[in-house]
């Protein structure tokens, strides 16, 4: 009742001469609204369930963006490893249980359907591949609630970052105990505490300053403006060092217009002194 | 004695062969001219709000390689022999070069290195010292004193050749230690020409006892 009184307040103060309209809107609204406290972003760990053996595989951060739900119908978005795709179904509240059937149109090489139930506040579910002859044609999850809200000052946390995709076999002689071993150890490219201490986002570079940076620095500090405003990666190699951030939800995969003049600045700079690093750095030359 | 004294001057020209190919090619990394060539590209800062750096920086690139030829001419001791005026042509043209055009420049853009004060402060006293060298080779010269013009003359290309074992030092360096750029590049700034000076001045001294 209280509903109905602040509803009919409210389009007086709009449309005050039209008394019947009131009620349409506040039965659209109201139909709408039953499920608004599910509107928003779903974050978790899209694991990989079932997959063929001996497979470089990946468990990307999904995010499952619940747009509208009118009736049962579900209008959302499903934004995984540089893929943002529209999903549409059902939502089902027999055995008040709330479960969801939702599928991507299928017209891409990695759409699938998406079977989830809400528990506690957490979405819980699987993701089947149409494709059965993908790599991975399983996947679960379990989705928890996320704002996004684009912040300039959001760091990477501390930490010794290591490009695991960039193993390198070494050999390494040694003398231990007056006996030669010779072995084989794995390098992997390592970032610097730069890429958790500057900020890419609300200080402009100058040359001086990347100077003495290795170039997965300089890709991290890049990409670190990206995911503070929610890009979702297509490369692996990126992915990595993002998707265990918690500020870090992926939302889009367009951020061209997003960008601040600071950052446009600075991702110039930076793809200037990547492709440096990349031409230079190990070869004959300066 | 002559045998083996053969065998190293065809070692010596196959290996400056193998550099001076990789030298030239990085040098034709700067044609056609543009401001934004090679290493350019990390010294955008200098080429926008220094005047001169840019003209400079180019006339050190294409002088530069010029004071590698007489790697393959001056030292030899066939050329030496047979072909004198060969010898004082091109000597001519390492000297003009060194002088008026390479070691100045090198000098200006050692001033603005990369790497901070321990780099710049290496690659202004080598220029200076290049310039000197060269210098005190043509006064020996002038003076009709062969011995002092030719020690001299293998002290100034001893630190011209600093363009090869600079950048031979830094590939060595970065496959061992992988450091980061301007820290690696603070050491071969030293280490680039200080070894050189102390092998020919090795050189030199032994050849006098001899």
Redesign the interface.
């Known amino acids: 009742m209280k509903k109905l009184i602040l509803f009919s307040i409210i389009s007086l103060l709009f449309s005050c001469n039209d008394n019947k309209k009131v009620n349409d809107d506040s039965s659209i609204v109201e139909d709408s609204g039953k499920y608004k406290n599910l509107y928003g972003f779903w974050v978790g760990e899209f694991v990989a369930d079932v997959y063929k053996e001996g497979s470089t595989i990946s468990n990307n951060k999904l995010n499952i963006a619940i747009k509208s739900i009118i009736g049962k119908k579900v209008i959302a978005q499903s934004i995984v490893a540089g893929n943002k795709r529209p999903l549409t179904g059902e939502i089902d509240t027999a055995n008040n249980r709330l479960t969801f059937i939702l599928s991507e149109p299928g017209d891409d090489k990695y759409d699938g359907k998406f079977e989830f139930e809400l528990i506690d506040n957490t979405l819980t579910g699987t993701w089947t591949a149409y494709d059965q002859s993908l790599t991975v044609t399983k996947r679960t999850f379990k989705l928890e609630r996320k704002e996004f809200v684009y912040n300039a000052e959001v760091m990477l946390p501390e930490n010794q970052y290591l490009d695991q995709y960039s193993g390198q076999d070494s050999t390494i002689t040694d003398t231990i105990d007056n006996e030669t071993e010779t072995y084989v150890e794995k390098y992997y490219r390592a970032a610097s505490e730069s890429v958790y201490e500057i900020n890419s986002s609300t200080h402009k570079f100058t040359e001086e300053e990347l100077k003495n940076l290795k170039k997965l620095d300089l890709e991290i500090l890049r990409n670190t403006i990206f995911a503070r405003h929610g890009y979702t990666f297509k490369k692996r190699a990126y992915r990595q060092f993002f998707d265990y951030v918690d500020w870090y939800v992926p939302v889009t995969d367009n951020v061209d217009t997003e960008l601040t003049t600071i950052e446009k600045d600075n991702i110039k700079l930076l793809v200037r002194f990547e492709k440096y690093a990349a031409d230079n750095y190990d070869t004959f030359g300066r | 004695m002559l045998k083996k004294f053969d065998y190293l001057s065809i070692a010596w020209l196959l290996f400056f062969s193998f550099f001076f190919l990789?030298m030239l090619q990085?040098t034709l990394r700067y044609i056609p001219f543009s401001a934004e060539a090679?290493?350019l590209?990390?010294?955008?800062?200098e080429v926008d709000t220094l005047g001169p750096y840019l003209s400079i920086f180019y006339i050190h690139v294409y002088s530069a390689i010029c004071c590698l030829i007489p790697g393959f001419t001056q030292f030899n001791s066939f050329i030496l022999s047979k072909y004198k005026k060969l010898h004082k042509y091109m000597g001519y043209v390492y000297v003009l070069t060194v002088v008026f055009l390479a070691a100045p420049s090198g000098i200006y853009i050692g001033y603005y290195a990369?790497g901070g004060w321990l780099a710049q402060l290496s690659f202004m006293l080598l220029g200076t010292l290049w310039l000197l060298f060269t210098i005190q080779a043509m006064t020996a010269l002038k003076n009709r004193h062969i011995k002092l013009h030719r020690e001299f003359m293998l002290r100034s290309f001893a630190l011209a050749f600093s363009a090869i074992t600079l950048?031979?030092w830094?590939?060595i360096l970065?496959?061992l230690f992988?450091p980061?750029?301007?820290?690696v590049?603070q050491i071969i700034a030293w280490l680039g020409w200080i070894p050189n000076l102390l092998v020919i001045e090795y050189l030199i001294r032994k050849k006098y006892k001899s």
């Not at chain 2, 980061?180 to 820290?183: N, Q, R, S, V």
Request: hydrophobic share 40%; no cysteine; charged share 20%.
């Open positions: 990789l990085i090679s290493f590209q990390i010294k955008q800062t990369n950048r031979l830094k590939v970065v496959y992988h980061a750029p301007m820290d590049y």
